[in-house]
T-cell receptor, first 111, second 116 residues
Framework: GEDVEQSLFLSVREGDSSVINCTYT??????LYWYKQEPGAGLQLLTY?????DMKQDQRLTVLLNKKDKHLSLRIADTQTGDSAIYFC???????????FGAGTRLFVKA | GAVVSQHPSWVICKSGTSVKIECRSL??????MFWYRQFPKQSLMLMAT?????????EQGVEKDKFLINHASLTLSTLTVTSAHPEDSSFYIC????????????FGPGTRLTVT
């Protein structure tokens, strides 16, 4: 079945760039998402990319998609302490009803 | 736009009692709502999917009679945890998908349930 994998933890210094990686198995994935979850809160959609795109940039966020390797990454430029959270990678295919989530990467930003 | 609310945000109940959690889409009509459960430091586990006016579709391993889901209108879905036990303590998150407005799911803030 479909699977989404992420590293569980990332620590960076304030001002540095963060890169969170994700791999997925479903070759028919059409939509790939990045969600942010702050402590005790629900998930906030940060950005998403369609499978026919290689890159998407939105202010400090850059999403890169390597469809051949089924690899998705989220780069956060000039990481701030407020970026500390759990980041979930997720995928869904066109005919799929469910969104499949990774386990989440906990980003810790040191001041 | 596309705000999803949950009520209550946290609840403590005694073992054996039932608890109802509400999920509302505030500024849009949600044809499909999802209920997730999240254990500490873990990902979201999809419990069930509900479409307005029809019975919910439960994921394998989720007890229908224990987790009652009602999607009575396009803006409201409820999850009732019946005869709650301490092992039901968890963070419950609902999500709504907007038909015709793209492919995103919008999430509620979650409800923390503690069963004593």
């Amino acid at each position: 079945g479909e699977d989404v994998e992420q590293s569980l933890f990332l620590s960076v210094r304030e001002g540095d760039s963060s890169v969170i990686n994700c791999t997925y198995t479903d070759s028919s994935s059409t939509y790939l998402y990045w969600y942010k979850q702050e402590p005790g809160a629900g998930l906030q959609l940060l950005t998403y990319i369609f499978s026919n795109m290689d890159m998407k940039q939105d202010q400090r966020l850059t999403v890169l998609l390597n469809k051949k390797d089924k690899h998705l990454s989220l780069r956060i430029a000039d990481t701030q302490t407020g970026d500390s959270a759990i980041y979930f990678c997720a995928e869904r295919n066109t005919g799929g009803f469910k969104t499949i989530f990774g386990a989440g990467t906990r980003l810790f930003v040191k001041a | 736009g596309a705000v999803v609310s949950q009520h209550p945000s946290w609840v403590i109940c005694k073992s054996g009692t039932s608890v109802k959690i509400e999920c509302r889409s505030l500024d849009f009509q949600a044809t499909t709502m999802f209920w997730y459960r999240q254990f500490p430091k873990q990902s979201l586990m999809l419990m069930a999917t509900s479409n307005e006016g029809s019975k919910a579709t439960y994921e394998q391993g989720v007890e229908k009679d224990k987790f009652l889901i009602n999607h009575a209108s396009l803006t409201l879905s409820t999850l009732t945890v019946t005869s709650a036990h301490p092992e039901d303590s968890s963070f419950y998150i609902c999500s709504a998908r907007v038909q015709g407005l793209g492919y995103e799911q919008y999430f509620g803030p979650g409800t923390r349930l503690t069963v004593t």
